[in-house]
């Protein structure tokens, strides 16, 4: 499969990882009443974190977002070197292989911290990555 199709299916996979994702929000699965004390607690306990007053529900919810962000980033940016890819593909393979990388990271702590949703969005993405960095050594497209 040529390097440019890799990248785009990769750059799909992580659109579809950033839909899910954002979908969640605000990603507090409980629903009975311990976990509504929880994120109760959470966004009720303000700390001085410098020179503001935040909560533990701002870094949690603030966090989710910029992890959202970040998915649909790395959606476009993929996309963006599929273009690329179809003129001269084994220039990219040094930036396909940091995305790779950081999606096996990212599987390793859904694996660790999460649940298996996003660490097979990872993966696919990451497999998908790992073929274009293949591809990209022996074609230009």
Known sequence: ???????????????????????????????????????????????????????????YFGFGLVISVMQLLQAVVLWQLGTLAKTDAARLRPIIAVFCASLVINAILGWMYFFVIPIVMALLAAICLLLAFVSARRTAA
């Open 1 to 59: 499969m040529k390097t440019s199709t890799l990248l785009r299916i990769a750059a799909v996979l992580m659109f579809l990882y950033f839909a899910g994702h954002t979908s969640g929000a605000p990603w507090t699965p409980g629903e009975g009443p311990p976990d509504i004390a929880v994120v109760n607690a959470m966004k009720s306990d303000h700390f001085p974190v410098i020179g503001v007053s935040r909560s533990y529900w701002d870094f």
